[in-house]
């Protein structure tokens, strides 16, 4: 370091005037120092006549020392800027300091945006104003560059938020229809099925009647099915803004346990869990209760009837997002093929079991709502890994 600051001293005094202006010592400093400023200066009488121009000026403007000496600071303004020019003399009659905006012509006729700063002093009797010139023209298309994006930003923001809510109004009047639809359809489905339970199918005498009404019975059966289960996942949807609250996956877990305990006990399952690397999670309770059943009954029903059935659910923590895993060693499916197809409403990839095929849907929905990712990993007959990451990284 030592080494390094002896270094640049040395080279320091072989050139002791380097990048500075030499001043006359013999000669007026204060005059010189004018003259040298890279600041433009100028100073000029309380009638706008100009007195002095230091080179800086000189250099900005385009003109020789004598053009300015014998020009006043009118001329060396665009014609719409002298009115404003006559108001900032006047005000300088009553304020000690300004800062002025402005603008200036150079000699080949360009013009420049500036900021004047006046300071007024009396020489003698004599009253002069000395203007430093800062030619600010890159600032000012910069700002108003950036005036522009921020316009444009704006714009585009609205846009957004005109079309958001247009989309909004139309969720709802499609929330709307889909609650009246399906709400309007359950009371005449019910009296269908109502109705076609209480005919004696014995009264048919002829047979192809009575497939004939055996199919009418099950489209019917399905269609009341149908429609409760739309009411169902409307009713879901009706919960996606609940509040969040602080839950344990053991009491959650504890819970579904109690409620499916017959359906554990039948498929005589094994459950295997461990919620101790991430205990707890702030989440809406029906949410999270709504995620693991399904996943639970689903492992349950989808099943190896050739294997004793084995369920592992586990939490982790990854960069601040709680996954849940659930694994089980059932039937299993093409993951590759059926990703997509398994979250559809009405969609089921195993039909020998009773379902309604909203399960995962509404899985789904959930995570999607707290901007997580559901993971799947399965092959035929090889079970089923669910990683559902429950909030947004």
Same mark, same amino acid.
């Given at each position: 370091?030592?080494?390094?600051?002896?270094?640049?001293?040395?080279?320091?005094?072989?050139?002791?005037?380097?990048?500075?202006?030499?001043?006359?010592?013999?000669?007026?400093?204060?005059?010189?120092?004018?003259?040298?400023?890279?600041?433009?200066?100028?100073?000029?009488?309380?009638?706008?006549?100009?007195?002095?121009?230091?080179?800086?000026?000189?250099?900005?403007?385009?003109?020789?020392?004598?053009?300015?000496?014998?020009?006043?600071?009118?001329?060396?303004?665009?014609?719409?800027?002298?009115?404003?020019?006559?108001?900032?003399?006047?005000?300088?009659?009553?304020?000690?300091?300004?800062?002025?905006?402005?603008?200036?012509?150079?000699?080949?006729?360009?013009?420049?945006?500036?900021?004047?700063?006046?300071?007024?002093?009396?020489?003698?009797?004599?009253?002069?104003?000395?203007?430093?010139?800062?030619?600010?023209?890159?600032?000012?298309?910069?700002?108003?560059?950036?005036?522009?994006?921020?316009?444009?930003?704006?714009?585009?923001?609205?846009?957004?938020?005109?079309?958001?809510?247009?989309?909004?109004?139309?969720?709802?009047?499609?929330?709307?229809?889909?609650?009246?639809?399906?709400?309007?359809?359950?009371?005449?489905?019910?009296?269908?099925?109502?109705?076609?339970?209480?005919?004696?199918?014995?009264?048919?005498?002829?047979?192809?009647?009575?497939?004939?009404?055996?199919?009418?019975?099950?489209?019917?059966?399905?269609?009341?099915?149908?429609?409760?289960?739309?009411?169902?996942?409307?009713?879901?949807?009706?919960?996606?803004?609940?509040?969040?609250?602080?839950?344990?996956?053991?009491?959650?877990?504890?819970?579904?346990?109690?409620?499916?305990?017959?359906?554990?006990?039948?498929?005589?399952?094994?459950?295997?869990?461990?919620?101790?690397?991430?205990?707890?999670?702030?989440?809406?309770?029906?949410? =999270? &209760?709504?995620?693991?059943?399904? @996943?639970?009954?689903? /492992?349950? *029903? +989808? $099943?190896?009837?050739?294997?004793? !059935?084995?369920?592992?659910?586990?939490?982790?923590?990854?960069?601040?997002?709680?996954? =849940? &895993?659930?694994?089980?060693?059932? @039937?299993?499916?093409? /993951?590759? *093929? +059926? $990703?997509?197809?398994?979250?559809? !409403?009405?969609?089921?990839?195993?039909?020998?079991?009773?379902?309604?095929?909203?399960?995962?849907?509404?899985?789904?929905?959930?995570?999607?709502?707290?901007?997580?990712?559901?993971?799947?990993?399965?092959?035929?007959?090889?079970?089923?890994?669910?990683?559902?990451?429950?909030?947004?990284?």
């Amino acid at each position: 370091m030592a080494k390094e600051k002896n270094k640049f001293q040395n080279a320091s005094s072989l050139n002791p005037g380097k990048d500075f202006q030499k001043i006359d010592v013999e000669g007026d400093i204060f005059k010189q120092i004018f003259k040298y400023s890279t600041i433009p200066t100028l100073v000029h009488d309380i009638t706008m006549n100009i007195i002095n121009a230091n080179d800086s000026l000189i250099e900005e403007l385009g003109y020789s020392k004598d053009e300015l000496l014998n020009k006043s600071v009118f001329d060396l303004h665009p014609e719409d800027e002298i009115k404003h020019s006559h108001v900032v003399l006047d005000k300088m009659k009553h304020e000690e300091r300004m800062f002025v905006e402005t603008c200036f012509k150079r000699k080949d006729g360009s013009v420049f945006i500036a900021e004047a700063t006046p300071c007024k002093y009396l020489v003698g009797d004599k009253p002069i104003i000395h203007v430093f010139i800062q030619n600010i023209t890159s600032r000012k298309k910069a700002e108003q560059k950036l005036k522009n994006y921020r316009k444009a930003l704006e714009e585009e923001v609205n846009k957004v938020k005109l079309q958001s809510k247009e989309i909004k109004l139309r969720n709802q009047e499609l929330k709307e229809f889909a609650f009246i639809v399906a709400h309007d359809l359950k009371a005449p489905a019910t009296n269908l099925s109502t109705l076609t339970s209480m005919i004696d199918t014995d009264a048919f005498t002829d047979q192809q009647n009575r497939e004939l009404f055996d199919n009418l019975k099950k489209s019917i059966n399905q269609l009341h099915k149908t429609v409760f289960t739309l009411n169902d996942v409307i009713n879901f949807k009706a919960t996606l803004n609940n509040r969040s609250e602080s839950l344990k996956f053991e009491n959650i877990f504890n819970g579904i346990k109690k409620s499916i305990a017959e359906q554990i006990k039948t498929s005589n399952a094994t459950l295997r869990t461990d919620f101790s690397k991430c205990p707890i999670i702030v989440y809406p309770h029906l949410h =999270l &209760k709504s995620v693991m059943h399904n @996943l639970l009954v689903n /492992a349950i *029903k +989808y $099943r190896d009837p050739n294997k004793a !059935l084995i369920i592992e659910v586990k939490t982790t923590k990854l960069n601040g997002r709680v996954c =849940l &895993k659930v694994k089980d060693n059932g @039937l299993g499916f093409d /993951a590759s *093929k +059926y $990703r997509k197809k398994m979250f559809g !409403l009405f969609k089921r990839l195993h039909t020998h079991v009773e379902g309604k095929g909203i399960g995962m849907y509404i899985v789904k929905t959930i995570i999607d709502t707290h901007g997580g990712e559901i993971v799947v990993k399965s092959k035929p007959y090889e079970g089923a890994l669910f990683k559902v990451y429950l909030n947004e990284k």
